[in-house]
Each structure stands twice: as C-alpha cells, then as structure tokens.
C-alpha cells in the first residue's frame, strides 16, 4: 500500500497528468470548434456543404483513431506540415472528436420542438434571433449530458497517443512498470489518477446541468442555510386576479347570448366600406401531389371577425400559415394592408431575415393551436422576449407590457411560471398574450381550442370573445366551434376542398346554408338551427 501512495505522488507520473491534461484541451476545444462548424454544415439548406461534412463524418468516424495519430504524426510532414508528438496528437484527437461533436450539436438543435421556430418565426424573429434566444438556450441543456460524456471519452482516448511516444500519463506508467517491475501498484495508480481526472468532469458536467435545470428551485438566502428547517412562505394569490383564472365548482359556465339582431346591423354598418385588411387572390398551395389550396379568394376588412369552418383536412391552417408567409404559395397572391408579405415589389422573394422584418412591420400576430411557447421561458418572459428582440423595446417597458396583458387574460399571478407548470388553457391564453404584445393590425387564430380539454375550452374562448367585441382587431379564426363562431364573428367562411365553398354573414350562413356541403357540415356538427349551434 505504500508503494502505491508513493506512485500517487510521484513527479514522473504528475508530470504525465498535465500532459494528458494538454492532450484532453487540445482535442476537446478543437473538436468543439470543428464539430460546431460540422453540425452547421449538416443543417444548412445548401446540399453541397451538407454533403462535404457527411463525408468527413464518414471517413473519421469509421478509421480507428490510431491511424487517425499516425496519418497525423507521419504523414503529414509528407504534405510540408510537420507536427511535434503533442500537436499532433492533439489535432488527430480534435479530428476524431468532431464527427461526434456535431452530432450531439445537431441533435440537440434538431431536437427542439418545431412550432417554437414556426412561432418565433410569425412573430417576426430573425433566423439569427430564433437560433439564439430559442433554439440555442434549450439545445444547451439537451447537449450537456452529451458533450461530458465526449469530455470523459477525449480524456480516455488521450491514453493512444503513447503509439507516437507522447509522453502521457499511460505512456510514462508502462515506463516506469517496466523499470520497477511494479506493474500492479503502478497501473494501480494510473488508474486512480485518470479516474479523478473522469470524475472530475462528472463533477462539472453534473454542476452545469444544475445550473442550467429550470426547475431548480430559486437559491436559498444565508439565513435559510443556517436554519435548513426553516421553509419559504410561498406568496399570496391576490384573490382579484386569482378568481379570473377559475370557475367555483359549483358555478356552472355559461356562455353569454349571442348578439342581438341590432348589435349585429350596428356592426354591419361599422364595416360598411372599410379597407380591405386581407386580400387573397387565386391561392394555390400542393404539397407533392396533395393539392391544400386550389384557387381560395377571400377578402377581409380592416375591423371585421372571420371565422373559417371546414372538415379537417380543407385548408383552414395552410391559409393562415400562408397568409403570414409561415409556407410559400405555390402561385396566388396574398395582400395585408395593401402589401405584399414577403416579397420585394418587383416581386422577388426577400431573404428569410428580410421576411422576418416584414412580418413584424406588417402587424400580423398568430396564435397556434398546440401554443408554440418557447419552453424556456416563463410566462412573462414569453410575452415580454419578442418585443426586446424584435421591437427592440427597452426591458422595463417590454415587462410591464407584458404584465398588463398578462393580467388582462386573467393569468398575471402565473408570471414567473413555465409552460409546461401551466395548463393548456393558461398556456394559450399566454400564447395569445404574447400575439397581441405588439399591437397587431390583424389576428389570427388555427384552431385556438382544439388541442384543450373540453373544461378548458371556454376559457380561452372567453378572452377571444373579449378581443373581438373591445379592441376592433381584424381577426381570422379557424375554428370548429360553431356556437363561438355565431356569437363573435361577423362572417363565417366555409371552406373545403382548399377553395372557399360559401361565405356570408354568422347569422345567416350558420342557419340558412345554402351549399348542400355546408349544410351537411354543420348538421354534423349539430348545427340545425339558432339554438343547435355548439
């Protein structure tokens, strides 16, 4: 035993340590920067990069890494480029690294739920901008399991650059195994050595996981690590606020009545001439074979509600999506405002950055039907993030905005909550929330209650019903509630078979279908008359 203290702290074999240590930083930091240019390679759009880093993954993650040290350390000064053990070593661990580095950076970026990009991107976010404020901060937390593991494995790996005579820490124990004949306590102690050194890394890899874990709970102040029993009071719900969020139990939800025949004439009159918000004309969009929309017209006017019915399947989405440029049409044209989004006036399509821009000074919000909240960020950060990124609106401002709308959708005592501690019915009502931050002239809205329990339904319903009939927006709202649809829209839309069947007002055209299509769309529905719309 103390033979094997005396290896623990014998100079020769610390010496070792540093230069694996060396070994270790030369190729993790290089396969960082290799990997991270390797993975951006893989995920752009243009094949031909794309296709180069494949290749290189090929050839380096299929050739054992100690060829890989001998091509380095004999080879290329064949080339002019001669290298001491050490560089090479290092580059040919770097080299190696790499292939798996890029994977675990575009699996990490891969694995970040698609509707947040699609959100960030209505919202008028910049490619640059969607990769650092909502791709980046959630592939982190994903990678870093990973990349400690390739940290722990370029540690390891560091022990073959003994075959090129580095003087490591595996090469200078067989050294001395071979001088004392010691070789039990001498690889013994190497093995000690190169086992704090692993855990070590553990160490940091399990340090930056807590620091980067949202659900942690907030750090503990000096007297509560003096007194560990002692438990934060969790701060009052003001009963104001709280009772927007909920329904007594015994308090059974009703809906309001439908407007009444003059409110509906008064609206009429209000839209009577006003501009043209929407202008879509000859709309088609194919997806391989699978024509979505085949020459849709639709016109909405600067103020006015438009629901669109339809079976699933019909459109209704595709036309959003398309009308916010989210999809490219394949021929048609959209107009909001007078302009066309995403297109120069020659009609040249703008850069992905440009479009970015145009959506934010066009003035289109959207709200999705899964939500699309960015899942690293609380709700007041939902809210308040686009319009310091986007806006550019100081923080302050951008929080107290948010705060107001918070509060107005009833959910300002769940600020500082995650998305995934919300409800569905909370999380879309932050997601409406945070399409409205801005001020946007026109609204739209694919399927905003579908993904929610029924019990939930009415609650965004009710904020959607307050928008309509306070603030004027111009809204589009698919929808299969048709009972919302006649209480707060001004003209339902019934599309199928990706063209606009019949159109005409809520009233008339949810009672009196005169397309047999519609007609049996809403007998389905169980919509046969003024009281069965549901």
Same mark, same amino acid.
């Given at each position: 035993?103390?033979?094997?203290?005396?290896?623990?702290?014998?100079?020769?074999?610390?010496?070792?340590?540093?230069?694996?240590?060396?070994? +270790?930083?030369?190729?993790?930091?290089?396969?960082?920067?290799?990997?991270?240019?390797? $993975?951006?390679?893989?995920?752009?759009?243009?094949?031909?990069?794309?296709?180069?880093? /494949?290749?290189?993954?090929?050839?380096?993650?299929?050739?054992?890494?100690?060829?890989?040290?001998?091509?380095?350390?004999?080879?290329?000064?064949?080339?002019?480029?001669?290298?001491?053990?050490?560089?090479?070593?290092?580059?040919?661990?770097?080299?190696?690294?790499?292939?798996?580095?890029?994977?675990?950076?575009?699996? *990490?970026?891969? *694995?970040?739920?698609?509707?947040?990009?699609?959100?960030?991107?209505?919202?008028?976010?910049?490619?640059?901008?969607?990769?650092?404020?909502?791709?980046?901060?959630?592939?982190?937390?994903?990678?870093?399991? =990973?990349? *400690?593991?390739?940290?722990?494995?370029?540690?390891?790996?560091?022990?073959?650059?003994?075959?090129?005579?580095?003087?490591?820490?595996?090469?200078?124990?067989?050294?001395?195994?071979?001088?004392?004949?010691?070789?039990?306590?001498?690889?013994?102690?190497?093995?000690?050595?190169?086992?704090?050194?692993?855990?070590?890394?553990?160490?940091?890899?399990?340090?930056?996981?807590? $620091?980067?874990?949202?659900?942690?709970?907030?750090?503990?102040?000096?007297?509560?690590?003096?007194?560990?029993?002692?438990?934060? #009071?969790?701060?009052?719900?003001?009963?104001?606020?709280?009772?927007?969020?909920?329904?007594?139990?015994?308090?059974?939800?009703?809906?309001?009545?439908?407007?009444?025949?003059?409110?509906?004439?008064?609206?009429?009159?209000?839209?009577?001439? =006003?501009? $043209?918000?929407?202008?879509?004309?000859?709309?088609?969009?194919?997806?391989?074979?699978?024509?979505?929309?085949?020459?849709?017209?639709?016109? #909405?006017?600067?103020?006015? #509600?438009?629901?669109?019915?339809?079976?699933?399947?019909?459109?209704?989405?595709?036309?959003?999506?398309?009308?916010?440029?989210?999809?490219?049409?394949?021929?048609? $044209?959209?107009?909001?405002?007078? /302009?066309?989004? *995403?297109?120069?006036?020659?009609?040249?399509?703008?850069?992905?950055?440009?479009?970015?821009?145009?959506?934010?000074?066009?003035?289109? @919000?959207?709200?999705?039907?899964?939500?699309?909240?960015?899942?690293?960020?609380?709700?007041?950060?939902?809210?308040?993030?686009?319009?310091?990124?986007?806006?550019?609106?100081?923080?302050?401002?951008?929080?107290?905005?948010? @705060?107001?709308? &918070?509060?107005?959708?009833? &959910?300002?005592?769940?600020?500082?909550?995650?998305?995934?501690? &919300?409800?569905?019915?909370?999380?879309?009502?932050?997601?409406?929330?945070?399409?409205?931050?801005?001020?946007?002239?026109?609204?739209?809205?694919?399927?905003?209650?579908?993904?929610?329990?029924?019990?939930?339904?009415?609650?965004?319903?009710?904020?959607?019903?307050?928008?309509?009939?306070?603030?004027?927006?111009?809204?589009?709202?698919?929808?299969?509630?048709?009972?919302? =649809?006649?209480?707060?829209?001004?003209?339902?839309?019934?599309?199928?078979?990706?063209?606009? +069947?019949?159109?005409?007002?809520?009233?008339?055209?949810?009672?009196?279908?005169?397309?047999?299509?519609?007609?049996?769309?809403?007998?389905?529905?169980?919509?046969?008359?003024?009281?069965? #719309?549901?």
């Amino acid at each position: 035993m103390s033979q094997f203290l005396h290896y623990l702290e014998l100079p020769y074999l610390l010496q070792g340590i540093l230069i694996t240590l060396q070994l +270790t930083g030369l190729g993790l930091l290089g396969g960082l920067v290799l990997g991270f240019v390797l $993975a951006s390679m893989q995920l752009s759009r243009h094949r031909a990069l794309s296709a180069v880093a /494949r290749g290189y993954t090929i050839v380096f993650r299929g050739t054992p890494l100690i060829l890989q040290l001998v091509f380095a350390y004999d080879a290329l000064p064949h080339a002019g480029l001669t290298l001491s053990p050490l560089m090479a070593a290092g580059l040919a661990l770097a080299a190696n690294e790499a292939t798996f580095i890029a994977e675990v950076f575009r699996s *990490g970026v891969l *694995g970040v739920d698609k509707g947040q990009v699609t959100a960030g991107q209505a919202l008028g976010m910049t490619p640059r901008v969607i990769m650092r404020r909502v791709i980046a901060p959630q592939a982190v937390r994903l990678m870093v399991p =990973a990349l *400690g593991n390739e940290a722990v494995t370029t540690l390891k790996n560091s022990s073959l650059a003994s075959f090129i005579a580095v003087q490591e820490l595996t090469l200078r124990s067989t050294q001395l195994a071979s001088s004392t004949f010691d070789f039990f306590s001498v690889f013994f102690a190497s093995g000690v050595m190169y086992l704090v050194l692993t855990g070590a890394i553990s160490a940091v890899q399990l340090a930056a996981e807590r $620091a980067l874990d949202l659900d942690r709970p907030a750090p503990r102040s000096w007297a509560d690590r003096l007194l560990p029993l002692r438990r934060p #009071v969790a701060a009052p719900v003001p009963v104001a606020v709280a009772a927007k969020d909920t329904v007594a139990d015994d308090e059974p939800w009703a809906p309001p009545a439908p407007p009444e025949p003059w409110e509906r004439e008064a609206r009429v009159a209000a839209l009577d001439g =006003a501009p $043209a918000a929407v202008e879509v004309g000859n709309l088609h969009k194919s997806y391989g074979e699978h024509v979505v929309l085949d020459g849709l017209n639709m016109t #909405v006017r600067t103020g006015e #509600v438009v629901a669109l019915l339809g079976p699933s399947g019909s459109g209704k989405s595709t036309l959003l999506r398309t009308i916010n440029h989210l999809e490219d049409p394949d021929s048609g $044209a959209v107009l909001i405002n007078g /302009r066309r989004l *995403g297109y120069q006036d020659n009609g040249k399509p703008l850069s992905p950055a440009k479009i970015a821009d145009a959506r934010a000074e066009a003035g289109v @919000g959207m709200v999705f039907q899964h939500f699309n909240l960015f899942s690293h960020l609380t709700a007041l950060e939902n809210v308040a993030g686009p319009l310091r990124w986007v806006h550019r609106m100081p923080a302050k401002e951008a929080e107290h905005r948010a @705060g107001e709308l &918070l509060e107005r959708v009833g &959910l300002a005592h769940r600020a500082g909550a995650l998305p995934r501690h &919300l409800s569905g019915g909370q999380q879309q009502r932050v997601a409406i929330a945070r399409a409205l931050a801005p001020n946007p002239r026109v609204l739209l809205l694919d399927e905003p209650t579908s993904a929610l329990d029924p019990e939930l339904v009415h609650e965004v319903l009710e904020v959607i019903r307050g928008l309509a009939r306070e603030d004027g927006l111009t809204m589009l709202i698919a929808t299969h509630q048709l009972r919302f =649809a006649h209480e707060v829209a001004d003209r339902v839309v019934f599309i199928s078979n990706g063209s606009v +069947t019949e159109e005409g007002p809520a009233e008339e055209l949810l009672t009196r279908p005169r397309h047999p299509a519609t007609a049996r769309f809403l007998r389905v529905m169980g919509a046969q008359s003024v009281g069965g #719309v549901a």
